[in-house]
C-alpha cells in the first residue's frame, strides 16, 4: 500500500511565478490537508479538501488556492510567489479525521 | 497566536535514557492530541496519540502523559536508542465530523547520545 505520494519532491521557482504541487492520499483515505513547514518550524496547516470542496483553511492569503479531484487525489496552487513562500510544502490523508499520515512533501525553493 | 507551545526546543540523552518533551496548549475544545517524528527531509510520521478522556498512553516505549485540567500533555522516550534522533511536534485539533486541522508546536529536536 502507498502511504501519501507528493511531486515533484523538489522545485526552484523565480519571484513572481505561479507553482502547483500535487498530493495523491493513502489508498482509502479521502480528506486532503496541506500545510507548510518554514525551516526549523512546526507545520502550518494551509487548508483541507473534503468531497472536493474547500472545508476549513487557515491564515494564508488567496494566492494560495488547491483542488481535489474525484479520486481524492489534491493540488495546491500558489500564485504570485514570494522568497516567504520558500518551504517544505507537505500534504496528509486522513479519513475519520484521526491518524493523519503525512508525504514526503515537495521542498519549495524560490528565487 | 501560538495555541500549542512546546519545549525544549532541544534535547541530548544519552543512550538508555529517558526523553521527556512537553507541550502546553489553550484551547479546551481541542480532543485529540497527537505526537509526530520526522526525520530530515521527511514528512512527518505519526507515533502516538491520546484522546482527553484517558490520562495515559503507551505504545512500545513511548508514553503519552496527559492532563486535563492543566492542559498539559508530555511525551516520554524510554530507553532512548541513537535511531530516536530526530525532532518531535505535538499537535492537537478538535474533530468535528470530517477531519480536522492541526496545530503543531513548535518541535523539539532530539539527539540521543552513544
Known amino acids: 500500500d502507498a502511504g501519501v505520494t507528493q511531486s515533484p519532491t523538489h522545485l526552484i521557482k523565480t519571484r513572481g511565478q505561479q507553482v502547483t504541487l500535487r498530493c495523491s492520499p493513502k489508498?482509502?483515505?479521502?480528506?486532503v490537508s496541506w500545510y507548510q513547514q518554514a525551516l526549523g518550524q512546526g507545520p502550518q496547516f494551509i487548508f483541507q479538501?473534503?468531497?472536493?470542496?474547500?472545508?476549513q483553511r487557515g491564515n494564508f492569503p488567496d494566492r494560495f488556492s488547491g483542488h481535489q479531484f474525484p479520486n481524492y487525489s489534491s493540488e495546491l496552487n500558489v500564485n504570485a510567489l514570494l522568497l516567504g513562500d520558500s518551504a517544505l510544502y507537505l500534504c496528509?490523508?486522513?479519513?475519520?479525521?484521526?491518524?493523519?499520515?503525512f508525504g514526503q512533501g515537495t521542498r519549495l525553493t524560490v528565487v | 497566536q501560538q495555541q500549542v507551545k512546546q519545549s525544549p526546543q532541544s534535547l541530548i540523552v544519552q543512550k538508555g535514557g529517558i526523553s521527556i518533551i512537553n507541550c502546553a496548549y489553550e484551547?479546551?475544545?481541542?480532543?485529540?492530541f497527537p505526537w509526530y517524528q520526522q526525520f530530515p527531509g521527511k514528512g512527518p510520521a505519526l507515533l502516538i496519540a491520546?484522546?482527553?478522556?484517558?490520562s495515559e498512553k503507551k505504545e512500545g516505549r513511548f508514553t503519552i502523559s496527559f492532563n486535563k485540567s492543566a492542559k498539559q500533555f508530555s511525551l516520554h522516550i524510554m530507553d532512548s536508542q541513537p535511531g530516536d534522533s530526530a525532532t518531535y511536534f505535538c499537535?492537537?485539533?478538535?474533530?468535528?465530523?470530517?477531519?480536522?486541522?492541526?496545530?503543531f508546536g513548535t518541535g523539539t529536536r532530539l539527539q540521543v547520545t552513544l
Open positions: 496528509a490523508s486522513s479519513w475519520t479525521g484521526l491518524m493523519a499520515f
Open positions: 489508498s482509502g483515505h479521502d480528506t
Open positions: 479538501y473534503y468531497e472536493e470542496e474547500e472545508r
Open positions: 484551547n479546551t475544545a481541542f480532543d485529540y
Open positions: 491520546i484522546r482527553p478522556d484517558v
Open positions: 499537535a492537537a485539533s478538535k474533530i468535528s465530523g470530517t477531519a480536522s486541522k492541526l496545530t
